[in-house]
């Protein structure tokens, strides 16, 4: 899936097969998003990190442990741009828990300690009673060659996206009217369109002559 039409190429998919492990998955990950915010040049990243993708998961089938997990999320971190981490996926519970106080410690650039603190939940976590959970043990059936060509089809589907997106900025055409309006006149019991609101907002770094000169100051 890659989208369509104008959004061709916009969208980025990644198809990985059962037992794909940390190393393996990590460095797919880094290097594609590394890719990924290159192309697009976002002013904000949202994560979702759902953790149906650990070991052990009950719907899942990849080898992942939390700490495999959750590097990709100190990666992205590293970007340094504005970044919005929410849940998703996971059906094991108890290992979602882990995961996601593992990864709110890396986003609060907390170390926290393997050993679970006793609290009245504790027992969804016996015996080991761990935040870190092991790899799997499932088939990886990713093989190197596999991997590869999946990597190289999302960096060459990237290239064909010329620039980063942006606001195309327009002139506007002479026969687009914009009706004026006199702010003395207006009903102020009138809730008024986005429009007119627009207009009455003056920049504080527009420079106007006369009355309306941000640099006008009386001299008494």
């Known amino acids: 899936e890659i989208g369509e039409r104008e959004g061709k190429f916009y969208a980025i998919n990644v198809p990985l097969k059962d037992g794909i492990d940390d190393t393996s998955f990590t460095r797919l990950f880094k290097t ?31 080898n992942l ?60 976590f016996a015996p080991e009673c761990s935040l870190r959970i092991p790899n799997g043990h ?30 195309q900025m327009q002139e506007v055409p002479p026969d687009f009217y914009i009706p004026e309006f006199d702010e003395d006149e207006q009903n102020p019991d009138e809730r008024m369109d986005q429009h007119t609101q627009d207009k009455q907002i003056q920049r504080d770094d527009e420079f106007y002559e006369g009355d309306n000169d941000n640099d006008h100051m009386d001299v008494g």
């Not at 002013?43 to 650990?54: E, F, K, P, R, Y």
């Not at 990713?142 to 999302?154: F, H, P």
């Open 138 to 167: 499932i088939e990886n059936l990713n093989s190197k060659s596999y991997l590869s060509t999946i990597k190289m089809q999302v960096l060459e589907n990237l290239r064909s996206i010329q620039h980063a997106p942006s606001v």
């Open 32 to 62: 594609i998003i590394s890719k990924v915010v290159e192309t697009y040049a976002p002013g904000a990243i949202v994560l979702q990190c759902g953790a149906d993708s650990l070991a052990g998961d009950r719907l899942g089938c990849f």
């Open 65 to 124: 442990s939390i700490d495999g997990h959750a590097e990709c999320v100190r990666f992205v971190k590293k970007f340094n741009l504005p970044l919005l981490v929410t849940g998703g996926g996971g059906y094991t519970k108890e290992n979602v828990a882990r995961c996601w106080t593992v990864e709110t410690g890396i986003l609060l650039d907390t170390e926290l300690p393997n050993e679970i603190p006793e609290n009245e939940y504790i027992k969804y």
